[in-house]
């Protein structure tokens, strides 16, 4: 069974960068999409970035985060990677990770990170 266990958020000023990190375990990493989602308060999740397990060339971005955010993923470390810069306010929200085999749903959500961004 896949897990997924999200780290690396915090409470930062507008402008300033952060960087997630999605520590995936239970099958091949390799053989997944992984995907960052967040969840503003009052709001329902949204996709912020996906990445192809194919062809890491092949990836997503929310208009809203186009231009600073990056996704990324190690198949080595088992590990994907979200750089977010110049974060703005309207970033906040608990950020969680997933992973997908094509074809295949969204697994279960883990815990997710709380990204805190004030103005």
């Known amino acids: 069974q896949v897990q997924l266990v999200e780290s690396g958020g915090g409470l930062v000023q507008a402008g300033e960068s952060l960087r997630l990190s999605c520590v995936f375990s239970g099958r091949t990493f390799s053989a997944y999409d992984v995907g960052w989602y967040r969840q503003a308060p009052g709001k329902e999740r949204e996709t912020v970035a996906v990445?192809?397990?194919?062809?890491?060339?092949?990836?997503f971005y929310a208009d809203s985060v186009k231009g600073r955010f990056t996704i990324s993923r190690d198949n080595y470390k088992n590990e994907a990677y979200l750089q977010m810069n110049d974060l703005r306010p309207e970033d906040t929200g608990v950020y969680y990770c997933?992973?997908?085999?094509?074809?295949?749903?969204?697994?279960?959500w883990g815990q997710g990170t709380q990204v805190t961004v004030s103005s």
């Open positions: 997933n992973a997908k085999l094509v074809g295949k749903g969204l697994g279960s």
């Open positions: 990445m192809s397990s194919r062809n890491s060339r092949i990836t």
